[in-house]
């Protein structure tokens, strides 16, 4: 069984994961490449990964309606990573993010995911904003970001890091950001 599909891109599915993408999700997250900047530390397991798919994006969908989606690539039906919007209830911010495997960096996924991921949740959700928590060190993310239209709002203090805020508020958004 597989999520139900969300979004989807000229190259990309974006769906809800389920349990059965445990090893997916722990290929991400056990990549040291891909968790480098994340502050989450790596997942040791799939029973691990099983466990943070079931607290955070599982649970997200339930409580939110939305959250962070898998990426499948539709030429393979391949997870290769993430994409999606989290509630951070103790900023009272929606948060954008993606996280792909390594072999997918640098060829514009994220900036495909990341465009339809802002136009769903401002067109679908109706959101007034959605930010963007970065590592100042990953500048590959920074880069994204402001591809997507985002502003650097300066650092702010997460989780006790230091971090990057960017911003994209509807007003803001052109033709020429999300199409």
Request: proline residues 2%; aromatic residues 8%.
């Amino acid at each position: 069984m597989t999520g139900s599909t969300i979004i989807e891109t000229e190259r990309l599915l974006l769906r809800e994961f389920d349990e059965s993408d445990a090893a997916a999700y722990f290929a991400l997250g056990s990549d040291p490449a891909v968790t480098r900047f994340t502050g989450t530390g790596m997942l040791t397991s799939i029973e691990h990964a099983l466990r943070i798919l079931r607290a955070n994006p599982l649970t997200d969908y339930q409580r939110h309606g939305f959250g962070r989606w898998a990426c499948v690539l539709k030429k393979s039906g391949n997870v290769i990573g993430f994409a999606g919007l989290k509630r951070l209830d103790d900023l009272g911010e929606v948060d954008i993010a993606f996280w792909l495997l390594p072999a997918y960096w640098g060829i514009g996924l994220a900036t495909e995911a990341g465009r339809a991921v802002l136009q769903y949740g401002f067109g679908h959700l109706h959101l007034g904003r959605i930010i963007g928590l970065v590592d100042p060190r990953n500048a590959a993310s920074m880069c994204v970001l402001e591809k997507l239209g985002m502003s650097c709002d300066g650092l702010v203090s997460y989780h006790g890091e230091e971090t990057l805020k960017y911003i994209l508020r509807v007003e803001e958004l052109s033709n020429q950001t999300l199409d």
